[in-house]
């Protein structure tokens, strides 16, 4: 026993030697220490010994008020620049027009089947036919080809009859398969045929060299005669720049004389005799009533396949025996490169060099294109043979063209493949618009574009009888002919520029700012903070340190003593 007592008077001696060397550690002691000397304003008031509890009480409620609206006013700047990163200002309102590309321009007869062709294939198919049945029962069986255009029918035995004739007596000899786009290329109007002259910037050109001027391209109105197109080609043939103007002006734009060729229409798609002209723009369209509508006219971006569906492309009716002018106005959206930073869902658009499957350059009516293909193919497993791809990549023959076999099932889902959305929205009453939509949600709009708009009017041709280099030199008869000037009307557009709508050093001021005014914080306070947080770590470590150092030394001591 009293080895014991011994041995706890000295042990208890010792720990009470050290207790006096090393102070206590206090946590409320050191957080009143902060509150007296941090730099924001009214935390020395809690740490003051000469206030009243009801003072303390009193700066603790306006310092909760105070740290409750930071918090509010912060939280609701930061969702609302997650919410809109971007910001888009008018850059520039004198804008060159020589650094926009000249649109991409597609003409089409709304007759989709030349009538000589069709003779001549009714002749080759009449000569194979076993049952010796003439031209004139070929002639009706041809006309059924131009239901792969507009996916309508009307007797669907009559159709695979007539396919299974095709599929035994019109094979390729490269594949032993009918190819509808073979046959559809061979019965489409010629361009060499609809184009009677062409000029670019008031300089007659050639119109159908190749890889110059215009070509004919696949469209959703089948082969039309296509200028300044750039964009993907299923065939990778290298294509030079994009035409470029940098004047004003119907006479310095491209002008094209149109031959109507009334007389060879066989099937017409619109129930009208001429032309239709594309534009990849917003269309404001001004007709003339009382004359007969001639060829169509498209406008599109030159990097994009014309696609009506992904938007933006813009219609014109040309009409025989009239003069049209398409004014196209531009207007450009530049997206700087801080822009990339943010992913593709936040900033809603991409960039051309982003994604490259879609050609040399990202489009979204490229990648509507394929997403449609994509749709085809799972529900009629065939590809419709004006789709770009339809060929397949270079130039094979693995993907299945549609025939009159196929006509059926794309009848039934053509108004599903004809509205296009990328991003599922619950509206009331449109529920099942959207379940019967082609849903693309990664074909999102290019970051930075071309938008073309279009103004049009028209005046009579005037036959003139004299001779020289005029556009209508030599054509005494304007009523199968059709004139048409696509040009820009301005030398300058706007230039519209995305970036940033924070940056860091905007992103600091602004919640500078509010813990400024609010809080009364700066810099040094949160250094203040950062500090204390450090120190109370290390008062901790350093007290368990000891203490275990203490433990160790007493069982060192203790252990002989104990012996």
């Known amino acids: 026993m009293l080895k014991d007592r011994k041995l706890w008077t000295i042990s208890a001696g010792s720990s009470h030697s050290r207790s006096r060397q090393q102070p206590r550690y206090s946590f409320k002691n050191e957080l009143f220490q902060l509150f007296s000397s941090i730099t924001a304003h009214c935390y020395r008031q809690l740490a003051q010994a000469n206030r009243s509890i009801w003072e303390r009480l009193f700066w603790l409620l306006v310092l909760i008020l105070e740290v409750a609206t930071l918090v509010s006013m912060t939280l609701s700047a930061w969702n609302k620049f997650n919410a809109n990163p971007l910001i888009t200002t008018l850059y520039d309102t004198i804008y060159p027009i020589g650094n926009v590309p000249f649109p991409g321009i597609s003409l089409c007869s709304n007759n989709r089947i030349s009538r000589s062709a069709a003779v001549l294939y009714a002749r080759s198919l009449a000569q194979r036919d076993a049952e010796q049945r003439n031209e004139s029962y070929f002639l009706e069986q041809i006309a059924l080809l131009g239901k792969l255009y507009d996916f309508d029918f009307e007797n669907l035995h009559q159709m695979t009859k007539f396919q299974e004739f095709l599929d035994r007596h019109d094979v390729s000899n490269a594949t032993g398969m009918y190819n509808a786009l073979d046959t559809l290329s061979k019965l489409s109007p010629r361009c060499e045929d609809m184009l009677l002259r062409c000029f670019w910037k008031s300089i007659e050109l050639p119109c ?135 992913s593709r869902q936040k900033r809603q658009c991409v960039f051309r060099d982003e994604v490259h499957k879609y050609g040399a350059n990202y489009g979204r009516s490229n990648c509507v294109a394929a997403c449609r293909i994509r749709s085809v193919q799972a529900l009629c497993e065939c590809v419709p043979f004006f789709l770009p791809m339809a060929r397949g990549p270079a130039g094979s023959n693995s993907v299945t063209i549609c025939n009159l076999q196929h006509i059926a099932c794309l009848n039934k889902y053509k108004i599903k493949w004809s509205t296009v959305i990328t991003e599922l929205v619950q509206i009331a009453g449109l529920e099942k618009e959207m379940e019967e939509s082609l849903y693309c949600p990664e074909c999102l709009p290019a970051c930075s574009d071309s938008k073309y708009e279009t103004r049009a009017s028209s005046l009579p041709l005037i036959p003139t009888h004299r001779d020289g280099f005029g556009v209508m030199a030599g054509i005494t008869d304007v009523r199968d002919v059709g004139l048409v000037r696509i040009f820009f009307g301005w030398s300058e557009t706007w230039l519209y520029k995305q970036s940033v709508a924070y940056y860091w050093f905007e992103m600091l001021s602004n919640f500078g700012g509010m813990f400024g005014i609010i809080g009364g914080m700066s810099l040094v306070t949160l250094v203040e903070c950062v500090y204390f947080v450090g120190r109370q770590l290390a008062l901790v470590v350093a007290g368990h340190a000891r203490t275990a150092r203490a433990r160790v030394h007493h069982q060192q001591r203790t252990l002989p003593l104990l012996q």
């Open 208 to 342: 159908m060299l190749r890889n110059d001027m215009i070509e004919v391209r696949r469209t959703q109105y089948g082969f039309c005669c296509t200028f300044n197109f750039v964009g993907h080609n299923e065939d990778s043939e290298i294509h030079p720049p994009p035409y470029h103007l940098d004047v004003g002006g119907p006479e310095m734009g491209l002008v094209v004389l149109l031959n109507g060729s009334t007389n060879d229409y066989f099937y017409n798609l619109f129930n009208n005799i001429g032309f239709n002209v594309r534009i990849d723009a917003l269309s404001i369209t001004f007709r003339a009533a009382g004359c007969v509508v001639s060829p169509q006219l498209q406008i599109f971006n030159p990097n994009e396949v014309p696609d009506i569906t992904a938007g933006g492309v813009s219609e014109q009716f040309i009409q025989l025996g009239m003069e049209t002018f398409v004014r196209v106005d531009a207007i450009t959206i530049y997206s700087e490169p801080d822009v990339r930073r943010y």
